[in-house]
């Protein structure tokens, strides 16, 4: 009700109507750290030079727009309709749905960064908890466990025999103004077309990085 028409585009967010709204992440959060990576790299920069990006951000602070450290913030900050936008995470776009807030979650035509959860077999353990591990790993990734986690918290398969039921493909179906909007490979990252959408930044390199980020960022946040 609050956001139409729908955004489309990372640009969006500095939309003179969202002035005020827009929800910032904290770069210590990991979907704080990827959005701002997101954004640098549509203004030019890279891994190795985020001034871009943070100059971007520099203009959103400048409309008075909040920032936060993490997920509870958020979420309230959605429910409570202080804001209307923000770069975040679709499971939890769908939490907050479950919970009531008319929130939609879609995949900008630039695309979004890709969020990784990962199981990690642990060096030198025994042989036993070795094959247990891998066990544990080789089911994990099974399209029907896949299926579950995305029935659950709308985490996307990464298994491409996954097969999700309309109702979770096709998550959300919103009307306004007699107009449909519907939210179905960008609600649930889902399908190859969904996946090619998505970018993935080097993680070693953003651990090189990292404390170089936070000062960069504590410094935009004190000017």
């Known amino acids: 009700e609050l956001v139409d028409p729908a955004p489309t585009s990372w640009n969006d967010l500095w939309d003179e109507r969202f002035a005020g709204q827009v929800v910032i992440t904290d770069i210590g959060n990991s979907y704080g750290l990827l959005g701002m990576l997101m954004i640098n790299e549509l203004h030019g920069g890279d891994l190795d030079k985020i001034d871009p990006g943070l100059q971007a951000i520099g203009g959103l602070l400048d409309d008075d727009n909040i920032v936060v450290t993490g997920s509870p913030e958020v979420r309230q900050l959605f429910a409570e309709e202080q804001v209307v936008i923000g770069a975040y995470a679709q499971d939890h776009a769908y939490r907050l749905r479950e919970a009531g807030a008319p929130i939609a979650f879609t995949i900008p035509e630039e695309g979004a960064a890709a969020s990784f959860l990962t199981i990690n077999l642990v060096a030198g353990r025994p042989a036993e908890n070795r094959d247990l591990a891998l066990a544990f790993i080789n089911y994990s990734l ?28 096709e998550d959300v179906v919103y009307m306004v103004e007699g107009r449909q909007i519907k939210h179905s490979a960008e609600d649930v990252v889902y399908g190859e077309e969904a996946v090619s959408q998505l970018v993935a930044f080097d993680a070693l390199k953003i651990g090189q990085n990292k404390s170089a980020y936070i000062d960069a960022w504590n410094r935009l946040l004190a000017r």
Request: no cysteine; charged share 30%; hydrophobic share 35%.
């Open 142 to 169: 099974r399209p029907e466990v896949m299926e579950g986690w995305a029935e659950a918290a709308r985490y996307s398969p990464t298994n491409r025999k996954a097969k999700l039921p309309p109702e979770i493909a």
